[in-house]
């Protein structure tokens, strides 16, 4: 959820106030046999007077990123099979300038499984997209996310966006 907030019902732009929760969420596609995807953690982001570039009157910083340990996606299956997990938002109310994106900044741990690809961000958009792939057991895969498209000019309100994420078998 992204919220903006003015203060004393003025748009100055010390008064202003985002907030970023996002909703993860795991799906699982094809028949995959015994095949399980899990995530786990949350963000949350309050852009205030600290985001200000240079002070009252300023604009906000144009970015924010998650913590580099604040989400992690695991991957279990009895057989090693190659995987790919994809990912797309449903937006809820959301405002058109802003962008999220998504990067992995870990190989996670555990099992005997590899993964491969997506340590470069992501923008995450409706269409789903392959965000990294893998082979067998994978634990506490770290992911990071930038909001983006921050600015005055976004309008005080409540944003809110859910993450999905789904795991597909691979040849």
Known sequence: ???TKPRGGRRKAEARRLL?????SAALAGSLGAISITVSGSWSATIDVSNLQGGA???LVPSVESPLNGTALSVKQSRQQSWQITVRKIDGTWFPDLALAVERTSNG???SGTVTG?????????????LFTGRG???N???RFRLSGLSVNVPPSTYSTTVVYTI???I
Do not use: K
């Open 141 to 143: 895969i770290d992911l």
């Open 57 to 59: 009157g300023s604009d």
């Open 137 to 139: 057991n994978r634990s």
């Open 109 to 111: 741990s555990g099992g």
């Open 1 to 3: 959820m992204l919220v």
């Open 20 to 24: 970023l929760r996002l909703v993860l």
């Open 168 to 170: 597909v078998q691979t």
């Open 118 to 130: 997506g340590t470069a961000y992501l923008n995450v958009t409706s269409v789903e997209q392959v």
